[in-house]
């Protein structure tokens, strides 16, 4: 079989699966002979908005339907974040993947990170993922390093810092290593500093200079993107997070412009 129609057919055969869960889960809920108004009730306006986040032909209305339910909080409904959870792993518009990594991202929720890292690291047995661009791995990334700074506890997914650390080293993508590198930034553990002090050794200063500054906001100094004088600061720290958030003195200041208005 082709891999076009292949893939379409398996998004095909998810969708239906997911109406029925809908459906097992709310009922389907249609205005009932005496009711008087032509407004609907809350139940059959969310499943109308689920069943347009994954079945509107337009990627568009997809993309729309995902923001209004990530607007109105609505991921904290168990059918909702199956329905994301759909759409980040399979739909066939990178666009709306990414809205979807977006609204995860957002929801301040220890499953929707589980739901990233599955995207970002697809394991045997767990639910398809098909394959993702830069631009979709970028999301996720800067998905979970949402979810931690809303307060979600990283020690929530174990796997966390293994999978941004692969992906600030190996990604053949810019802007995923250095989402990656901001992602670390965020987590004051140990393996983030080695991980971070490693990234200094790319050829990609931009991914170099993103390493540094996530170095600088969990420790509160600089070394001037030198990953040797960072180890040998680190082997000589007592409590390297002491400082977190402060801006290190000797820190460049940025140049002016010459331009006065």
Known sequence: MPR???VSLLRYFH?????IAICSLWGCSYPKSGNTTNEPNTGSRLERQVIQAVEA??????????????????LSDPTVMKAISLIVRTDQSAMVRRTAARALGQ???????????LVLAPREGQPVVFPTSGAIRRSCLEGLQQL?????????WPELIKVANIYLSEDATR????????????ITQPETLEALIAGLEQPDFAVVHSCENSLIRLTGVTHHHQPQEWREWLAQSENPFAHAGETPADLPKPKRSGWWW
Not at 175 to 186: D, F, M, N, P, T
């Open 4 to 6: 076009p129609l292949r």
């Open 15 to 19: 969708n239906i699966l997911l109406i």
């Open 57 to 74: 032909e337009n990627p568009d209305d997809r993309r729309r339907a995902i923001n209004a339910l990530s607007e109105d909080g609505e």
């Open 107 to 117: 929801s301040k929720s220890i499953e929707a990170g589980e739901i990233l890292l």
């Open 148 to 156: 931690v700074i809303d307060g979600v506890d990283p020690a929530s």
């Open 175 to 186: 802007e995923v290593r250095i989402a990656a590198a901001q992602l670390l930034g965020s």
